[in-house]
């Protein structure tokens, strides 16, 4: 006796923003991401799982800032798009939130998978390549690991030995002082450093 086909329908994958836009995780087109979607939802993504000091959670809209104000103190000469790619580096946030990476590490290869789909949407989306050149990856890598460092001893409570033996020496960098402020505020800044960033 054959089965009937099943009438039911397939478990919703995408998620609508604030926009109206509907991104489909799947299959995320640029056309459906707005920076105005991107702003809101990391200024109200935490860092380090919200395990961090003072009023106001430590964002990721607040850590991409850090790392393209890094990237701009280690090369001055670095062009401005790959600039633009630093403050975007953790972009797919937005819509699958910041997973730790002893998370990640358990999650295995699906969460880099859906991670590496809408970021490079978001490459398309601004004008980006959808794969950086490795000595832009590597730039952005090493910024995020000084920024790592930061977060790590001024806000998260790890010891300056502990933080260089997780991410490396920040070198001059490490005298950076953060202070978490409030989403709304943050997504300001960050939409006005991608603007600048983007050429208006």
């Keep these: 006796m054959s089965k009937r086909p099943s009438s039911a329908k397939p478990p919703r994958a995408w998620q609508r923003m604030l926009s109206g836009r509907r991104l489909d995780l799947l299959d995320p087109s640029p056309l459906d991401i707005e920076i105005e979607d991107i702003a809101h939802g990391l200024a109200r993504v935490a860092r380090w799982n919200g395990q961090t000091t003072g009023r106001w959670a430590y964002s990721v809209a607040e850590h991409s800032l850090l790392v393209e104000r890094i990237m701009l103190t280690r090369r001055k000469t670095l062009a401005q798009k790959w600039r633009l790619a630093g403050l975007l580096h953790d972009a797919a946030e937005y819509v699958i939130g910041d997973m730790i990476t002893p998370f990640k590490t358990v999650i295995g290869s699906d969460y880099k998978t859906v991670e590496a789909r809408i970021q490079s949407a978001v490459h398309i989306r601004f004008g980006l390549p959808p794969i ?12 995020d690991k000084i920024a790592a460092f930061i977060e790590a001893t001024q806000l998260a409570g790890f010891s300056k030995a502990e933080s260089a033996r997780l991410f490396g020496s920040p070198g001059a960098a490490g005298e950076i002082s953060l ?22």
Aim: with cysteine.
């Design 179 to 200: 202070s978490p402020c409030a989403p709304d505020e943050v997504g300001k800044l960050f939409l006005a450093r991608f603007r600048l960033l983007a050429g208006g």
């Design 132 to 143: 950086l050149p490795d000595d832009v990856t590597a730039t952005i890598k090493r910024a």
